[in-house]
């Protein structure tokens, strides 16, 4: 072979081996964790705030007399509009009250860790300057501000994990809503048998660069919570794809498992197999039972992810205090949503739910953070939780007699009222059907009041 040729196929191997390390080098050269490690501070913290905020946040689920049925998020779909039609939203979308500061100090303040912001629901209108898309906040709507940006600023300066949620259904983008067909109905994305051709270029040419985007502009990403699975155009593989995708850019992201197709419904853990995503995502409903998986419950304060006043069925603070517990005492988390309005208000009323989740975990949050679920099955009183030789009992129903019955096996060591600063100790005595500890006649808490068990070894 001649010598130039030789030169040549050298120079050509050098220029490729040059580019691959170029290509690894533009992964991050952040230090990668172990995969305990990465969901270590996700596992600790259990208590997130989820944020559905959009165009559909102006229209409020009601069109003339009609309300729309289930979340007002899907007024796109539930109202009947053409994409024509919903496009003047985006453009009239000008939330001039919107702070991130104090929304992420009311969440700091009701005891959440971490922050989802929806960057693009299903409607398909981004709220982040898309390179990709003019149908975005900067583009699109009069607001002009980068909305992902301000938040994640806001989280950075106090200390909560910013998270992003984005929406792999799109009943916006001409390649993605399928609306190729005649009488495109968006619920057609159900119906396995229509299967829409332009959907791979969709997630190549705009979904994985809009997800590169928020990855690579906005800092850290505690979480990518993706939604919109089950869309039969989707595929495991794209799945796969993108998990890769954003962990090669930042490895320490953690993933929803709606990333990929294991989800088995809203019951949000995966099938048998192998599917791509870091946590299972049950959806406005809790296990029976603990799982020794991750997962997070994620639900509603009333019954919208979306604001929608005509929806006055709000949860009570009890009841989301005491769903929190139930969810930790099973080894979960719970990501807990605020539909801001238009304006780019909370309602009012999650804001008193806020305020007194916060009351109730600022005194009782040693119990929670950080907190598993125990070996116990669950008293008919409330829950245990645990961490290292300490057993929680959340008792949501204090005993009228005093007398607080504890699983036979735990061996108590030392028992207080956890909010009892005088740390007296209870005294408690062992029998063979159970441990009952001598408690305060009058509940510490009227939601729940904890007893801290320190366990003999
Ligand atoms: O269709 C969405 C819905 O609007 C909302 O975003 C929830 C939240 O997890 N996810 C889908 C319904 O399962």
Request: charged fraction near 25%; charge should be negative; proline fraction near 4%.
């Amino acid at each position: 072979m001649k010598m130039k040729s030789l030169k040549k196929i050298m120079l050509l191997t050098l220029v490729v081996v040059l580019n691959a390390n170029l290509g690894l080098a533009q992964k991050s050269n952040v230090k990668k964790l172990s995969d305990d490690e990465r969901m270590e501070w996700w596992r600790d913290s259990k208590f997130g705030m989820f944020i559905h905020w959009g165009a559909y946040s102006i229209i409020g689920g009601e069109r003339g007399t009609k309300i729309a049925g289930g979340g007002a998020e899907w007024a796109m779909d539930k109202l009947d509009y053409t994409v024509e039609e919903y496009e003047k939203f985006p453009e009239m979308f000008n939330p001039v009250m919107f702070d991130a500061d104090a929304w992420v100090t009311m969440a700091k303040n009701a005891g959440m860790k971490y922050i989802v912001l929806t960057s693009k629901h299903h409607e398909g209108f981004g709220l982040w300057d898309s390179k990709v898309s003019d149908y975005d906040v900067i583009d699109k709507s009069p607001f002009k501000r980068d909305i992902v940006k301000e938040l994640a600023e806001a989280c950075k300066k106090q200390g909560i994990k910013f998270c992003l949620y984005y929406s792999i259904v799109d009943w916006h983008h001409p390649q993605a809503q399928g609306n190729l067909f005649p009488n495109y109905n968006i619920s057609q994305h159900d119906d396995p048998s229509v299967v829409n051709p332009e959907f791979p270029k969709y997630y190549e040419n705009y979904m994985k660069p809009q997800v590169g985007e928020l990855l690579k502009n906005y800092g850290d990403i505690g979480v990518v919570w993706f939604d919109g699975d089950w869309i039969s155009d989707y595929t495991t593989e794209m799945g796969k794809d993108l998990y890769k995708y954003i962990r090669d850019i930042q490895p320490n992201t953690i993933v929803n498992n709606r990333v990929d197709k294991g989800r088995m419904g809203m019951e949000g853990m995966n099938a048998e197999g192998n599917f791509a995503g870091d946590f299972g995502t049950p959806e406005q409903e809790i296990p029976d039972t603990g799982i020794d998986s991750d997962w997070e419950a994620c639900m509603t304060m009333n019954g919208s992810w979306g604001y929608k006043p005509s929806d006055n069925n709000w949860k009570s603070s009890e009841d989301l205090i005491q769903k929190l517990v139930d969810i930790v005492s099973k080894g979960g988390n719970f990501l807990l949503n605020i539909g801001p309005d238009g304006f780019g208000r909370f309602p009012a009323e999650s804001i008193r739910r806020l305020d007194a989740m916060g009351e109730w975990t600022k005194k009782n949050g040693e119990a929670i953070y950080g907190a598993k679920a125990s070996p116990y099955d669950k008293p008919k009183w409330g829950r245990y939780t645990q961490k290292g030789n300490v057993i929680y009992a959340h008792v949501f129903d204090w005993p009228k007699d005093g007398l607080l019955k504890l699983n036979k096996n735990i061996k108590v060591k030392k028992a207080t009222v956890l909010t009892d600063n005088s740390n007296t100790e209870l005294s408690s005595i062992a029998t063979s059907r159970e441990v009952l500890v001598d408690v305060p006649m009058l509940a510490p808490d009227a939601t729940v009041s904890v007893v801290k068990i320190e366990l003999a070894k």
